[in-house]
């Protein structure tokens, strides 16, 4: 049974404590390799080597860490295949996917953040005879990055690539129930060289190992992407020490569609940002609003191509769908369609598991789920599932579909579909969200600020966003 070790100080290592816990194959419902069960006592170990390794990797150029990071980038590259079957093995999502989304991705963030510190620029302010000022940017110091289990090394990525690239030593750790991918870039970071305690990854569950890096005192700066519960709860830890929090957390996306949407493309894209990872991914739009008018043609449309979507083994070349990521979440996915029908729901395709054959039988797979007939208010509406499961509504006018797209407590990310500009832009800055699509889903540029308002989270990642996040700027003002 593979052993997993935490990455510290440049040293693969066993957990200080020597515990390990179990982690399943989902599409299995098997145990097929064990990860460290760490405690404050490795978390240590990180913050003492990240702290030892601080002055010398602060000091490098940009230059030298943007060398390091992309020959980091380019062994994800060459180690795509790889990386890709793990992180499908470890996840349950289709291999497809994984290596046509999430290590490409991966890939991108360590050569994007590696750029990126090559051009950023700051600002000057002339005051002509006074003097003059300029903005001077330090990196922070020994930071943590916690990352959830949906798009794991996406993800785990997306926030350590900007925090070393602005010159810190990071202490991450990545979801127990989604470790692999992180531990194999950990090897793949010796491979290119990174010097000892830049990058410690420590192993573990949220309160074994997250709560010590959330409330040790020299862990500056904590970037934290999960449930908005556990986002307040590091709030609350990290609030009192005055730390950096950059909070990314749970959606309840609202998917806007108007009559003169580009109807084709509006369902089939609809069906990618309902389904996509499971429904797994904090952007999905999970609750449909369709203007009355078309409202029967789209949900006939969009039922019939969401019937055809495939649930299977993740390795299967036709599965369009895998498994969800463990048991427990399954149950919660499953206790939300059985709540949907107490509210008045009536399920239009779905509803069930879908077990299936073989060594696959015992794996967590979820039929994909389309419900109508619900209140806008009701629990099912306003909740974050994060499964494979959304609802219609239909909407007769855009006041109306606004007050029900912002009804929750949530603002992360929103789709608006229709072919009028002026009502695009209406709609986009009346909804609140942080990201909004309007005719796509999911289009991403990595120069483009990430986020959302309420309790999708606090501050935005992405570009300059993310390394100002991991700097603490200066201002000088000099008088000649
Ligand atoms: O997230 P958690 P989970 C949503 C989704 C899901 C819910 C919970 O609704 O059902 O969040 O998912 C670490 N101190 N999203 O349980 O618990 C934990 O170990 C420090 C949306 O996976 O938030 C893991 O590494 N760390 C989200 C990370 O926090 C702690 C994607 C996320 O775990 C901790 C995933 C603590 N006290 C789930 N407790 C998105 N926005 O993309 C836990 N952790």
């Known amino acids: 049974m593979k052993k997993i070790q935490n990455y510290v100080d440049g040293r693969l290592l066993e957990p200080a404590g020597g515990k390990y816990l179990d982690n399943y194959d989902p599409s299995r419902g098997k145990v097929y390799s064990l990860i460290p069960d760490s405690s404050s006592e490795d978390v240590q170990l990180a913050v003492d080597a990240a702290k030892k390794a601080f002055p010398g990797w602060s000091a490098k150029t940009a230059k030298e860490r943007s060398e390091i990071m992309n020959r980091v980038s380019g062994l994800i590259h060459e180690n795509l295949g790889r990386l890709a079957e793990a992180e499908s093995l470890d996840n349950g999502k289709p291999l497809k996917l994984a290596k046509t989304v999430d290590i490409p991705r991966a890939r991108d963030n360590f050569s994007f953040f590696a750029t990126a510190i090559l051009h950023d620029e700051d600002p000057f302010y002339n005051m002509g005879e006074s003097g003059f000022n300029y903005t001077l940017r330090k990196p922070i110091g020994v930071v943590g990055c916690i990352s ?22 990071v202490v991450a750790k990545p979801s127990e129930v989604t470790p692999m991918t992180a531990y194999l870039l950990s090897e793949l970071c010796m491979e290119a060289g990174m010097p000892p305690g830049v990058l410690n990854i420590v192993h573990g569950t949220g309160p074994g190992a997250g709560q010590p890096i959330i409330e040790h005192p020299e862990v500056k700066a904590i970037s934290f992407t999960g449930g908005t519960k556990t986002g307040e709860h590091i709030a609350r830890t990290a609030a009192p020490m ?13 998917n806007i569609i108007f009559a003169d949407c580009d109807f084709d493309k509006a ?23 369709i203007e009355r008018s078309i409202y029967e043609t789209f949900k006939k449309a969009f039922v019939e191509r969401v019937k055809a979507l495939k649930v299977g083994p993740p390795q299967g070349e036709d599965s369009k769908m895998g498994a969800v990521v463990s048991q427990a979440h399954m149950e919660k996915v499953l206790g939300y369609i059985e709540l949907a029908k107490e509210e008045g729901g009536s399920i239009l395709t779905g509803g069930r598991t879908a077990p299936q054959e073989g060594e696959f039988s015992g794996g967590y797979y979820i039929e994909p789920t389309v419900i109508e007939g619900l209140e806008y208010t009701c629990r099912t509406n306003q909740e974050e599932i994060f499964g494979p499961v959304v609802t219609l509504t239909p909407f007769d006018s855009e006041e109306e579909v606004l007050k029900m797209a912002n009804s929750t407590a949530y603002g992360l990310a929103a789709t608006i579909w229709t072919h009028n500009l002026n009502r695009a832009h209406r709609v986009a800055a009346g909804v609140d969200s942080g990201i909004i699509w309007i005719n796509c889903w999911l289009v991403r540029d990595l120069r483009t600020l990430f986020g959302g308002m309420k309790a999708s989270g606090v501050g935005r990642e992405g570009g300059y966003e993310a390394l100002h996040f991991f700097t603490e700027p200066k201002n000088v003002c000099l008088q000649f």
Do not use: D, H
């Open 267 to 289: 369902v089939k894209t609809s069906v990618l940002s309902s389904f996509a990872n499971q429904g797994q991914i904090c952007l999905c739009g999970s609750r449909i609003f």
């Open 148 to 169: 959830p289990w949906n798009l794991p090394l996406y993800l785990f990525t997306w926030k350590i690539a900007p925090a070393l690239a602005a010159g810190n030593c």
């Open 242 to 254: 005055f730390k950096k929090l950059s909070l990314e957390l749970g959606g309840k996306n609202p």
